[in-house]
């Protein structure tokens, strides 16, 4: 069966510190991956999405970025952070190079709060 | 630009009673809806997804329906239980380029025992 793992769960960061959040997804191959970040009391709101290694997407401008090292691995950046990345950071993946009939799977999440 | 709704924010039932969620949608080009449930700081666990030909789907006490000329979809649960308190969100799937989902901002269920 496929799983998602996300880490860490909480973090809690200066600004203008970096950032490092880390997803794998186990018992699949290829499969379309997703950022998405959900504010205190707002919808979710699609970050970067990937199709494949090293191709990365971003819906938003922002002081995030994103990199897929390997097939299944899916990294979440920052270089300096702002008070307003905190909020709730999801993963997740769609199988089968993202085909229309599919569900999409999430971790988690990871609580990031920038002080 | 797609844009989801859902009404109402915030539902407070009691136990046992038969309640419905709505979504709506203003582009009626989608691939499918999914309906989401989100326990307080946990990740989305994914309830029912319908696709753009269907008009329903059910698992369980959960019926959402699907009705895409209208732009709108609604989850139904019977018999609510206390333990059916979470967020419910629905996510559309577009039918242009891509797998982007749009979401709603959700709706926050309490059903009080």
């Known amino acids: 069966s496929q799983t998602i793992h996300q880490w860490p769960a909480t973090l809690v960061q200066p600004v203008g510190s970096p950032l490092s959040l880390e997803c794998t997804v186990e018992g699949t191959s290829n499969p379309n991956l997703y950022w998405y970040r959900q504010a205190a009391g707002r919808g979710l709101q699609l970050l970067f999405y990937s199709v494949g290694i090293g191709q990365i997407s971003s819906e938003v401008p922002q002081n995030l970025s994103a990199s897929r090292p390997q097939d299944r691995q899916f990294i979440l950046s920052s270089k300096k952070l702002l008070l307003s990345d905190s909020g709730f950071y999801l993963c997740?993946?769609?199988f089968g190079q993202g085909a229309a009939g599919n569900t999409i799977y999430f971790g988690e999440g990871s609580w990031l709060t920038v002080v | 630009k797609q844009e989801v709704t859902q009404i109402p924010a915030a539902l407070s039932v009691p136990e046992g009673e038969n309640l419905v969620l709505n979504c709506s949608f203003t582009d009626s080009a989608i691939y499918n809806l999914q309906w989401f449930r989100q326990d307080p700081g946990k990740g989305l666990t994914s309830l029912l997804l319908?696709?753009?030909?269907?008009r329903e789907q059910t698992s369980g006490r959960l019926n959402a329906s699907l009705d895409k000329s209208s732009g709108r979809s609604t989850l139904y649960i019977a018999a609510s239980q206390p333990g059916d308190s979470a967020t419910y969100l629905c996510a559309v799937r577009r039918a242009t380029s891509g797998s982007r989902l749009t979401f709603g901002e959700g709706t926050q269920l309490t059903v009080n025992p």
């Open positions: 997740a993946w769609i």
């Open positions: 319908i696709q753009s030909s269907q």
